[in-house]
């Protein structure tokens, strides 16, 4: 669906993206992610036609970006960060005018508006005016405008972002509705949203990508230990010297807890060694009353593969 090769933009020598290239397959859900600056926005406007790259190519259902503007553009749907509308115009002449000007037929562009408003939850807005809405429901607007000529991917730059946890909420779940039907690549600052929604996740750093993949395997390639955390009562510098003969256990801290129990964060080199701690335990009679594997979150993933980039590029 999307083939991006060796694309580049520099602006006044700066370099904003440094010869990147993927690829996104039909029916996938990408979370594209970067720290603020990392060139998010810029590769997006490249992939929508908005910006022309230095170097690098861009298909979209076969058609290059750059050579073939119009046909490329009927596949994709595109929201940006700040999605611009015209606020003094009401929803149903907005998303009339946006028909017009995306071709869709006049025999069937009724029809299609409204159905776009059906999917947002706009069926009751189209003789509001937009600058009454509320920012949620602007946002709904604006994907709105993006369904409109009924394109097979969608492109959504920040579509949460400014908006409070209840039009979060409402926003994430049109979104959900919204994958079922399309390719979806999806720009957040939000990242349990991107680990929820996203099959795949591509992270953007310093103009170059630094990862692609699902973030279970970002997981176990980048944060390879596995953390088990245990609550163990007894004598604590006996359990640590106990804990660290287990042979896969890298590491053990101790915190305090309360009523005689401590508990203990153990590394253990990529292997789940819960089953050795626990008869570890029964073998030394230590009291176990918690024992479980914690899981790493994309922002703990996010976070060690930027640090890391950045640390590599000084």
């Known amino acids: 669906m999307i083939k991006v090769q ?11 993206v440094d010869d990147i290239s993927f690829e996104v ?12 600056g990392a060139g998010k926005t810029t590769t997006m406007r490249m992939l929508t036609g908005f910006l022309h790259p230095t170097r690098g190519s861009v298909e979209i259902a076969g058609y290059d970006v750059f050579k073939n503007p119009l046909e490329a553009r009927r596949h994709i749907g595109y929201m940006p960060e700040s999605c611009p509308l015209y606020l003094d115009m009401r929803v149903d ?8 000007i995306k071709g869709v037929p006049r025999r069937t562009l009724k029809a299609r508006r409204d159905s776009v408003k059906e999917q947002c939850g706009l069926t009751d807005t189209g003789r509001r005016i937009i600058g009454q809405l509320s920012k949620g429901y602007r946002q709904r607007v604006g994907l709105a ?17 400014g908006l409070d946890p209840n039009q979060i909420r409402e926003v994430r779940e049109l979104i959900h509705r919204l994958a079922e039907r399309h390719t979806l690549l999806l720009s957040t600052h939000i990242l349990p949203e991107a680990e929820m929604a996203c099959r795949r996740i591509l992270i953007i750093n310093r103009g170059r990508i630094v990862a692609s993949d699902s973030s279970e395997s970002l997981q176990k390639r980048l944060l390879g230990d596995s953390l088990i955390l245990a ?24 915190i305090e807890l309360e009523g005689g129990w401590n508990q203990y964060r153990i590394d253990s080199a990529a292997v789940d060694a819960r089953s050795r701690i626990f008869d570890c335990a029964v073998s030394k009679g230590w ?28």
Request: charged fraction near 30%.
């Open 287 to 314: 009291k176990l009353r918690e024992l479980h594997l914690e899981s790493r979150s994309l922002e703990d993933i996010f976070v060690a593969i930027t640090n890391d980039d950045e640390t590599g590029a000084k």
């Open 145 to 161: 405008d993006s369904l409109l000529h009924d394109p097979d991917l969608l492109i959504l730059d920040e579509p949460t972002a």
């Open 93 to 100: 002449e907005y998303l009339t005018f946006r028909a017009q």
């Open 25 to 36: 397959k039909r029916g996938e859900i990408i979370g594209f992610l970067g720290p603020n």
């Open 231 to 254: 609550d163990i009562q007894g004598d604590p510098a006996e359990i640590q010297t106990g804990l660290l003969h287990i042979d896969t256990v890298d590491s053990v801290e101790c």
């Open 6 to 16: 060796n694309l580049t933009k520099q602006f006044s020598g700066q370099t904003a």
